[in-house]
Nanobody
Framework: VQLQASGGGSVQAGESLRLSCTTS????????VSWYRQFPGKERELVAE????????EYADSVKGRFTISEHVTKNPVYLQMNNLKPEDTAVYYC?????????WGQGTLVTVSS
């Protein structure tokens, strides 16, 4: 499974961005797709997750009500709509795909929010 994240950029506080995660390879084996972010010097943290076994959605408390994970009707790509962005959302964002045997990661995309 290969993942390609895109859509990062620099915005002002209060603005929106939509990240996209395009998957290829053995996509039928994917059980869940997630978005993580990493602040400088910190470990990656879960932002949002979408399970393909039951459709469960999970969000970090810090983004609830502002971020939405969704997917195209073809299940590819998976999006992260980020509204009302705050400076504390500034981070490198990664998408990941969970299969029964392994978790795959895409390269990060930088989101910078200025006040």
């Amino acid at each position: 499974v290969q993942l390609q994240a895109s859509g990062g950029g620099s915005v002002q506080a209060g603005e929106s961005l939509r990240l996209s995660c395009t998957t290829s390879g053995m996509v039928r084996s994917i059980n869940a797709v997630s978005w993580y972010r990493q602040f400088p010097g910190k470990e990656r943290e879960l932002v949002a997750e979408m399970s393909r076994r039951g459709g469960r959605l999970e969000y970090a408390d810090s983004v609830k009500g502002r971020f939405t994970i969704s997917e195209h009707v073809t299940k590819n790509p998976v999006y992260l709509q980020m509204n009302n962005l705050k400076p504390e959302d500034t981070a490198v964002y990664y998408c990941s795909a969970e299969t029964p045997n392994k978790v795959y990661w895409g390269q990060g995309t930088l989101v910078t929010v200025s006040s």
